[in-house]
């Protein structure tokens, strides 16, 4: 008679609950991920096959480089969502595309580099750079300047768009259990639901997909976009300034992590490994075609709920990920979800980021009383919103064109009005994060 298992204090070593229930473990952590992270490349138009394969192989880079101590997925930032507008023009010139998964792939580079710093100068030193008044409102921007092609999307079919954000809403607000963690993924069902009912989904692209293929494609691949074009420069300034605020929501998801299992892994094995293994991760993903990874809180809060907090798990997630995205038959049903599903999820997701730019703000108690902060503020929200307006600034160098978005402009603005204005006494404090949100990733 097999013993019985106290789940009270968690489980650190699922081993001992045996091969099939860390099967179906898995898959759980697979399905809390899933919704999130096919979301992103239907929003920018990269492939579902590249990016779940990017998802699994790059958490179980993290787990090597992190010596498999920290139980995380790593999923689709959507942070990266208003870089690839701004450099596909919204999805007007999607040739472009490789070009900022090369970007991508360099801003991957930048958590490398960070992480090389924090090893050398400390951790407090290196932040002082990134306060929250910095990243707050760079949050904040990429929200609002997303939130046109959310309502262009709704305009298509405003009932799919209703339904979709209508159950996202219910199920953060009311659900239970996974209800409460799958909101994304169940609006997604059910306003789909609602598609077939209507008519409004077209089935064509699924009967002509091969059942097997294989999920990189070398034109949509980042590693052959990397060149000295302007094309390519100009994409770099784009996204690069996005990873200071996915360095900050990876803290704050670690932080969130170390909370949930009651082991502090900022410590061991450290935030300069986990800072380490999330950028190559996403530099993997960047040359692959892939969009930019990200530690998330939906299998953080499965950690929560299952008290099963072996990393093993999570890997065995990441490998069923692996294994599904070469399957372009599944893609292909993917990719039938009507736009205006999409707009009508984006439409609180975008907001939601925002929002989050606002709460960051808020949890670490930034005094906008201080004129210092209101400048710093109020430089990076109109920058971002009034340069993205007009197409960002364009100059040569060296005979080559290069092109600043706004979102590049805000931040680099941020980041040198915040080193040289005096009254700059913020202190990082490793065992409070930055207050990301959990249900919807940022």
């Given at each position: 008679m097999s013993e019985k298992v106290d789940y009270s204090k968690g489980i650190y070593d699922a081993k001992q609950l045996g091969v099939p229930r860390?099967?179906?473990?898995?898959?759980?952590?697979?399905?809390?991920?899933?919704?999130?992270?096919?979301?992103?490349p239907l929003l920018t138009g990269l492939s579902v096959s590249t990016t779940l394969l990017c998802a699994g192989l790059g958490t179980l880079l993290?787990?090597?480089?992190?010596?498999?101590?920290v139980p995380a997925f790593l999923g689709s930032s959507f942070a990266y969502l208003g870089g690839f507008a701004i450099v596909s023009n919204s999805g007007a010139n999607p040739e472009n595309l490789p070009y900022a998964c090369a970007a991508v792939a360099f801003s991957g580079l930048l958590y490398v580099l960070v992480s090389l710093l924090i090893s050398t100068f400390g951790i407090r030193r290196i932040m002082k750079f990134f306060p929250p008044v910095v990243t707050g409102p760079i949050i904040i921007s990429i929200g609002l300047i997303l939130a046109p092609s959310a309502v262009s999307n709704c305009s298509t079919n405003w009932l799919l768009a209703i339904v979709a954000l209508g159950t996202v809403i219910v199920c953060n607000i009311w659900g239970k259990g996974m209800v409460k963690i799958l909101p994304i993924l169940l609006g997604i069902l059910v306003s789909y639901v609602v598609a077939l009912v209507t008519g409004a989904v077209d089935f064509t692209p699924i009967a002509e997909a091969r059942l097997i293929g294989f999920p990189v494609h070398r034109e949509a691949m980042g590693l052959f976009a990397i060149d000295g074009s302007e094309k390519f420069i100009s994409a770099l300034f784009t996204i690069l300034p996005i990873a200071i605020a996915t360095m900050m929501e990876h803290i704050g998801d670690i932080a969130a992590i170390s909370a949930t299992t009651g082991k502090n892994y900022i410590r061991?094995?450290?935030?300069?490994?986990?800072?380490?293994?999330?950028?190559?991760?996403?530099?993997?993903?960047?040359?692959?075609?892939?969009?930019?990874?990200?530690?998330?809180?939906?299998?953080?809060?499965?950690?929560?709920?299952?008290?099963?907090?072996?990393?093993?798990?999570?890997?065995?997630?990441?490998?069923?990920?692996?294994?599904?995205?070469?399957?372009?038959?599944?893609?292909a049903i993917i990719n039938t979800i009507p736009s205006a599903i999409i707009g009508g999820i984006s439409f609180m997701l975008y907001g939601m980021i925002s929002a989050i730019g606002v709460r960051n703000v808020v949890e670490n108690q930034v005094d906008f009383?201080?004129?210092?902060?209101?400048?710093?503020?109020?430089?990076?929200?109109?920058?971002?919103?009034?340069?993205?307006?007009?197409?960002?600034?364009?100059?040569?160098?060296?005979?080559?064109?290069?092109?600043?978005?706004?979102?590049?402009?805000?931040?680099?603005?941020?980041?040198?009005?915040?080193?040289?204005?005096?009254?700059?006494?913020?202190?990082f404090d490793a065992n409070e994060g930055t207050g990301e949100g959990a249900s919807l990733r940022v």
């Open positions: 860390m099967l179906i473990l898995g898959v759980q952590h697979m399905f809390a991920m899933f919704g999130a992270t096919v979301l992103v993290f787990h090597l480089i992190t010596k498999g101590k061991d094995p450290g935030l300069n490994r986990t800072l380490m293994g999330d950028g190559l991760a996403t530099t993997m993903a960047g040359l692959l075609g892939g969009p930019a990874n990200t530690t998330y809180g939906e299998n953080t809060g499965v950690l929560a709920l299952s008290k099963i907090y072996d990393p093993l798990v999570i890997r065995i997630a990441a490998l069923f990920a692996c294994i599904l995205s070469f399957c372009p038959k599944f893609e009383t201080n004129t210092r902060n209101l400048i710093i503020a109020a430089v990076i929200l109109v920058s971002a919103l009034g340069f993205n307006s007009v197409g960002g600034i364009t100059f040569a160098v060296g005979g080559v064109s290069i092109t600043l978005s706004g979102l590049a402009i805000a931040a680099i603005a941020g980041i040198v009005l915040n080193a040289i204005l005096p009254g700059n006494d913020y202190e």
